[in-house]
Structures are given as structure tokens and as C-alpha cells.
């Protein structure tokens, strides 16, 4: 259930015809739902019902701040992953301690701004971090909390590009390792231990991966425990499937999820956090595009759209699937034939789908990309000088732009000409 339906013949997001909107915003933008971003986060945040717990939105996954707002006016935290993430959900209005920092590189900068501005905690992946952490807050008269990140060792089973829970993923320090490393943080100035940390991968559409790790996080809780730390927060990562595909199986449920974290760490008597992204914005987005053309070529037809691989890259680096339908509802058992979907860029990477079925479309149909809701807008580019992709979020029978197409000018005049030119 993402509210993006079809009713009356036509694709509407929550109450919204999709094609008024791209009649007053143009194509291509993204378009998210209020009410399947709300939905998604209430099916965690009810998931960990019962724990003290904190779902901190990984806001890489869709980081314009109306969807932060959103979010944190539920009640989420965020997860962030760089200094701007972190700027850019203060600008949102979440509170410091509502922010927890991850990421493998962490500069100066980024550690003072964060402690200076408060912070929940740095998911720590280095010893070298820890240090730089340390120094630093001692310099500001702070102690930075922090967890640190373990690396379990377990296959993910999910993308290459996109697992991190391997010993030979650069991400976490090795579970083999934690406990001299713990060591070593409780003797620093600047540092306040509160708990552990763990992150395998993204897409996981089985529990198994998580139920491997948890329980290696459990005996660490115990080991550190007895080490004589206080743990007291284990943050589980994110990483949860969605499914791309309606004709797939369904990946595992947010309520089991919640479920195996119960009976893996309950007993722990530690605050969770998790960090989904893709869960919760994936679904509750799309990408709505126009066809230029319809080309016919040697044995197959192109449909070529105003959307490319600047504005969803998706397919081109994870090869990932995204269902495209047209924006007027097929008449049931319309006939079908199959489509290569490309975009304009200068580049046969630039394919979003090869011989896809889909009803006769002509010039300037409306399509939708479903499921592009995550990793979608935030890996946008401005290849080929095309304007990087708009933004919109509907609720209910509104809709506003939360980030305006920029025009060329905009655009061509972050460039400057050196002055011996
Ligand atoms: C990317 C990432 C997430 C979110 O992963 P999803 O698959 O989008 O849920 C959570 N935590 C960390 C540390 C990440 O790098």
C-alpha cells in the first residue's frame, strides 16, 4: 500500500492526479506521499514497541528537509552520514540529540561542527577516528558519546556495491577486535562509551544476515559488559528490502524485523535504534517523466524519455529493476509489447529497461518509475547540463515543490572564467 493508485483511469498520488501535477511542474520530477512515508516509519516505530527506541531516518536514502520534517515530526532521529547531512537536518529543525554521525571518514571539520551544534552520538569505525573524536571534544571541554561500529563478518547477501557487513568491506572495526578497542576508548578524555554499533548492508530481503549479527552483538553486549563498560544503546543499522517487483516475494516485514531484535537483544535491557532509508522513502516515491519519441530500430522499439540517468541512476550502477507504468491506466488485457526505456543522455548505460513489456505508448505519454523514492533524488547529477531533477511532495489533495528545477543560468553561472581568459 504506497498511495500511488490508479482511480478513474489514472495514476493519483494519495488525492492527486499525477498529471495535473506534472502539467504544473513539468517532467521529470520526483514525487513522494506523505501518507506512505508516515506509514513506513509508524511500521518501525510500532515494530520496537515495548523497547526504549529511537528510529533515526537514514537520511541519505532522501534528504530533502519537507521529508525530514515529516519524519521528525513523528518523532524519527536521523542518521547522517556527512557534515551537510548534518547541517541539513539542523536546517530541518531536528535537534542534536537526535542526530546520530556515521560514515567511515569523518573529517575535523565535520566532528567539531557536530560537537558544537550536540549530537546523540558518532557511530565510531576506527581507532584513528576515536582519537580525532577524543581530541576534539576535549579541545571544545566535551565528551563525545560513542558507539562503536563492528564489523560482524556476515554475508548480507545483497548487491556488492551495497554490502558492508564482510571482513573485507572497508566499514566497522573486525568483532575479532572490539574488545581492544573498547579498552582503549574507555581510557580516553574525550569519549563516553555508550554502546555498539552494526550496519551489514542494504536491500536485505532475508532476517537470517540480521539474526547472524544480532547474536554476535548480543555476546559482545555480555563480554563488554563484564569488560566493565556500560553499554547501554545498541544501534542495529538499517538495510531492510523492499520489494521492486509486485510480482517478487515479499521481503521480511518491519514487524518481523522488530520481532527478531526482540528476541535476539531483548534481553539486554539496552535502548535500540535502527536506521532504515530505503524502506521508508523507497516506496514512497516516484519519477515521473514524459516520452520524447517512440523509435523504432532493428527489431526493437526505444521509448525515449525526458528522465535519464542523471536523474536515477539506479539502473545503470546496482542494474537495479524499477517497474515503470504509464501514468493512464491500461484498459485490462490491453495488448502489450516490449519497449527498450532509455533516456537522452550520451551514453547506452543511459537504459533504464530492456524489452519491457508495456501498452503502445506514444509521444508525450506521462510514465511513473515506481519505487524511486530512496537513492533517487540524492544521487541526481547534472550530466549533460541537464537541470538537476525537481521535487514534490503530495499529502492528502496538496502538493508543493520541496526543491525547484533550477534554470540554465542558475546552472552556468557556478562556473567563473579565470581572469587570464
Ligand atoms: C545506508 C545506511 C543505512 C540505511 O540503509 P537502508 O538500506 O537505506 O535502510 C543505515 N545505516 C548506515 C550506517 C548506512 O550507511
Given at each position: ?15 492527486v492526479?499525477?498529471a ?31 523497547m ?82 577524543s ?12 558507539t ?11 548487491h ?18 572490539a ?6 576508548a ?30 554476535k ?17 545498541l ?37 535500540i ?65 516490449p519497449?527498450?526505456?532509455?533516456g ?14 508495456m ?14 523514492g530512496?537513492?533517487g533524488?540524492?544521487?541526481a547529477?547534472?550530466?549533460?547540463t541537464?537541470?538537476?531533477v ?16 533550477p ?15
Open positions: 500500500m504506497d498511495h500511488f493508485l490508479y482511480r478513474d483511469g489514472e495514476l493519483y498520488a494519495e488525492d492526479p499525477v495535473d501535477i506534472a502539467a504544473a511542474v513539468g517532467t521529470p520530477f520526483y514525487l513522494y506521499s506523505t501518507a506512505t512515508l508516515t506509514r513506513h516509519f509508524q511500521l518501525f516505530d510500532d515494530a520496537l514497541d515495548g526504549e527506541h529511537m528510529v533515526c531516518y537514514a537520511m541519505k536514502a532522501a534528504s530533502n528537509q519537507a521529508i525530514l520534517k515529516t519524519l521528525a515530526d513523528l518523532g524519527a532521529g536521523m542518521d547522517v552520514v556527512s557534515g551537510g547531512e548534518y547541517a541539513r537536518a539542523k536546517a530541518a529543525g531536528v535537534p542534536g540529540d537526535r542526530i546520530v554521525f556515521s560514515g567511515v571518514g569523518k573529517t575535523r571539520s565535520e566532528i567539531r561542527a557536530a560537537l558544537e551544534g550536540g549530537i546523540r552520538q558518532f557511530n565510531v569505525e576506527s581507532e584513528p577516528e576515536l582519537f580525532v573524536i581530541e576534539i571534544a576535549e579541545s571544545l571541554g566535551k565528551t563525545a558519546p560513542i562503536v561500529r563492528v564489523n560482524p563478518d556476515v554475508d548480507a547477501k545483497t556488492a556495491k551495497i554490502a558492508t557487513g564482510k571482513s573485507e568491506n572497508k566499514f566497522g572495526i573486525p568483532i575479532a577486535k574488545r581492544a578497542v573498547y579498552a582503549e574507555a581510557t580516553l578524555p574525550g569519549i563516553d562509551v555508550i554502546g555498539i554499533d552494526v550496519h551489514i548492508g542494504s536491500q536485505l530481503t532475508d532476517l537470517a544476515p540480521y539474526e547472524l549479527a544480532y547474536l552483538v548480543a555476546e559482545l553486549t555480555e563480554q563488554l559488559r563484564a569488560d566493565g563498560h556500560d553499554i547501554r544503546r544501534d542495529l543499522g538499517g538495510g531492510l528490502g523492499i520489494p521492486y517487483t509486485r510480482s517478487n516475494e515479499a521481503p521480511p516485514l518491519p514487524s518481523d524485523y522488530g520481532a527478531l531484535i526482540k528476541r535476539t537483544l531483548g534481553h539486554l535491557d539496552c535502548e535504534e535502527i536506521e532504515p532509508g530505503r524502506l521508508i522513502a523507497g516506496n514512497a516515491g516516484i519519477l515521473v517523466s514524459r516520452v520524447i519519441y517512440v523509435k523504432e530500430g532493428e527489431g526493437r522499439n526505444f521509448l525515449i524519455l525526458d528522465g535519464a540517468m542523471n536523474d536515477l541512476i539506479r539502473p545503470a550502477m546496482y542494474d537495479a529493476h524499477h517497474d515503470i507504468v504509464p501514468v493512464v491506466e491500461p484498459v485490462p488485457g490491453a495488448e502489450q509489447q519497449y527498450d526505456i532509455v537522452p543522455v550520451c551514453e547506452s548505460g543511459d537504459t533504464f529497461a530492456r524489452n519491457r513489456m501498452p503502445p505508448l506514444q509521444a508525450g505519454d506521462l510514465v511513473a518509475f515506481r519505487s524511486a530512496a537513492y533524488a540524492v544521487m547529477s547534472e550530466y549533460n541537464r537541470p538537476l525537481p521535487e514534490v511532495l503530495a499529502k492528502g489533495d496538496q502538493f508543493a515543490v520541496i526543491r525547484e528545477r534554470d540554465f543560468d542558475e546552472i552556468i553561472n557556478r562556473d567563473t572564467i579565470p581572469p587570464w581568459l
